[in-house]
């Protein structure tokens, strides 16, 4: 049986494997960790992005926070508050951490990502977008980023064709915003409008270096 299949009958509770995560335990080995002085970031840096991988954030709520509040200078952990809170519909709470965070950690590689889509999810979709334009110009973001991107950009909506005029039209404004060329160019290609998508590759043959671009690029190569 493959690693993916174990992993996912532990998820599914099969009674002949043990859940890889255990939030009550884990809570109470954490205060105790605390406690003693002896609560090593590595560790709980290694849990967490398990609880992240088995999409299980919204069941840790307390040891999120305990995790942000023991160690304030940890990018990760402040951002999983962000996204928590997020998920937990305290939209107000959730802005003001990404944007503390953002503050204090601009480098941090998700940050941009995590707070576009917190923004989104507040119902204030110009931030969001322009923080997911920002992330995408630092390197590649996540399917369910994209999809949101081109959702709120209009392209997976009822009138894509209107959505990718405008969109042109912002590109052409815009010269200085190479991530607007990257969404036109996936939008392109998600339209079938592979002609137009190869004229976009002749006049701005970098597009081609983004990592998130080889699998549109290929798809129409290949039409």
Do not use: C
């Not at 105790?32 to 290694?46: L, S």
């Not at 042109?168 to 939008?187: C, I, Q, T, W």
């Amino acid at each position: 049986m493959s690693p993916a299949a174990l992993l996912l009958l532990s998820v599914l509770g099969a009674p002949y494997f043990t859940r890889p995560v255990d939030p009550v335990a884990d809570l109470t080995q954490l205060k105790a960790e605390v406690a003693r002085g002896v609560a090593r970031a590595e560790a709980w840096h290694a849990r967490l992005e398990l609880y992240l991988e088995l999409g299980e954030l919204d069941t840790i709520p307390e040891l999120v926070e305990l995790l942000a509040s023991t160690f304030p200078e940890h990018a990760a952990f402040r951002e999983a508050r962000l996204m928590f809170l997020s998920l937990a519909d305290r939209h107000e709470e959730a802005l003001a951490v990404g944007e503390a965070l953002l503050r204090d950690h601009p480098e941090h590689p998700t940050i941009r990502a995590n707070l576009g889509r917190a923004y989104l999810a507040a119902g204030q979709p110009a931030r969001g977008v322009n923080l997911l334009l920002a992330a995408l110009s630092q390197g590649p973001i996540r399917t369910e980023e994209w999809d949101l991107l081109l959702e709120n950009l209009g392209i997976r909506g009822p009138n894509p064709q209107a959505a990718l005029t405008t969109l042109e039209g912002k590109v052409a404004a815009h010269p200085e915003l190479p991530s607007l060329r990257y969404v036109l160019m996936v939008a392109l290609v998600r339209l079938g409008e592979y002609p137009r998508a190869r004229g976009l590759l002749e006049r701005y043959p970098e597009l081609a270096a983004h990592p998130d671009l080889q699998v549109f690029l290929h798809s129409g190569a290949r039409n």
